[in-house]
């Protein structure tokens, strides 16, 4: 115990004898010692990794990895706090890349953790953001391995613009310059576009809620089209029968291909006098309605006339009855007239040559119609055998210069019509 003391006064005894040799010694002390002052300073922060640093070790595999260097201590956060680092890169069985992370103690990591890698800054510099899950996951031994379902890779920004043309890049890049641009006034013209923009919003509410009420719609309209997809698609033969009578039909009208060319071509004839029916259609239209007027005022008397109509009909059938008896006594002499009907045809013959000679009797006998209508309006009934005066066995002749006249035209005819 007491031999190293006394070597070490010794020697510290020799170095005073020697001239300067104490001097620097001393000189050499305080070097050394600033060294190390120096050297633990700096390897504090550079956060040198020694194997007691006591954190555990977990592996996370992603896709791929860009921009990842774990000579750079790139960190592992939670919640934003860093709570490691990412030790080592490697490259899994299946090509994928493998980080190992180093996290500090007292964090639960599990199996339905997830992981992605974030840039920290412009040049791309990239850190991973954990969330280390909780039940019902289970926890993640020391050691363990997150497989790539639970870890997410962002997109790079080059990958995005490397799918753009030239002229796209070209007009992003204008576009970013004149955003620039526009954002220097924003303090003075922003306010403006913001009141601007709620004005939009609240005009476009109703479009909005139109478009959400055909989405609806077009939700329902899908669900019945698959429906109706499901029950046509669920009945084979039926489908099968109407494609079969669907390929017969479409033969049959490629076999009358000419027939329809010829239809088609007699098609514009029919247009034009459809449309001719058409104006014909229209201009009795406009005659009918002064008719369809006329008929309207009628309906109003036609009542009190059916009321009369019933009253006649009544008497009718008094008459009726009452001819009964003899219609029974005239169908002996209906019988033994019929021999005679084939006399009387052949007889037509000679009639035909005087029925030819009526059109200018009867023309000359309708002006006189007046007259004949006043004989019927003296009778009551023109079905009544009877009326109030008695029998009908009664007549009403008018004479006038007027007749006398009018019956000169007619003596030539009545002399050709009487047989010689």
Do not use: C
Request: aromatic share 4%; hydrophobic share 40%.
């Amino acid at each position: 115990m007491n031999a190293h003391p006394s070597r070490i006064r010794r020697t510290w005894q020799r170095i005073s004898s020697e001239p300067q040799l104490k001097r620097n010694v001393l000189a050499l002390v305080a070097l050394v010692t600033a060294g190390l002052v120096a050297g633990g300073y700096i390897l504090t922060m550079q956060q040198v990794r020694v194997p007691w640093d006591g954190k555990n070790r977990y592996s996370v595999t992603f896709e791929s990895a860009p921009a990842i260097n774990p000579a750079s201590r790139q960190e592992v956060r939670i919640a934003g706090i860093a709570v490691g680092d990412i030790r080592e890169a490697s490259v899994d069985d299946r090509g994928h890349a493998r980080l190992e992370l180093a996290i500090d103690k007292g964090h639960q990591i599990y199996d339905n953790a997830r992981v992605l890698l974030r840039p920290k800054s412009p040049l791309n510099e990239m850190y991973v953001e954990l969330n280390p899950g909780g039940p019902p996951g289970k926890r993640l031994p020391e050691g363990g391995v997150l497989p790539v379902a639970n870890s997410v890779r962002p997109v790079q920004v080059d990958e995005a613009l490397g799918h753009l043309d030239a002229n796209t890049r070209d007009a992003l890049t204008t576009l970013l310059a004149e955003s620039d641009v526009a954002l220097a006034g924003a303090p003075a013209n922003l306010p403006e576009g913001l009141d601007a923009t709620d004005q939009v919003v609240r005009d476009l509410q109703p479009v909005v809620t139109a478009l959400q009420t055909r989405k609806e719609t077009l939700q329902k309209l899908v669900t019945a089209l698959g429906q109706i997809a499901s029950a046509t698609g669920g009945d084979d033969e039926r489908l099968g029968a109407l494609a079969e009578s669907l390929q017969k039909t479409l033969a049959t009208v490629g076999q009358r291909n000419g027939d329809l060319d010829a239809a088609l071509a007699q098609l514009p004839d029919f247009t034009d006098q459809l449309q001719q029916a058409t104006g014909s259609v229209g201009a009795l239209s406009a005659q009918l309605d002064p008719v369809l007027d006329k008929l309207r005022e009628a309906s109003g008397t036609l009542p009190s006339s059916l009321e009369k109509f019933t009253g006649t009909v009544d008497k009718l059938g008094q008459t009726v009855d009452s001819a009964r008896p003899v219609v029974d006594k005239a169908v002996p002499v209906v019988r033994d007239l019929r021999p005679f009907v084939g006399d009387l045809n052949a007889s037509l013959g000679d009639l035909h040559a005087v029925t030819g000679q009526l059109g200018p009797i009867t023309t000359a006998v309708l002006p006189y119609l007046n007259d004949l209508a006043a004989f019927v309006t003296n009778s009551r009934s023109i079905t009544s055998l009877r009326d109030g005066t008695g029998g009908a066995y009664r007549a009403m002749a008018q004479l006038s210069p007027e007749s006398i006249t009018g019956l000169l035209p007619l003596l030539p005819a009545l002399q050709a019509a009487v047989p010689r």
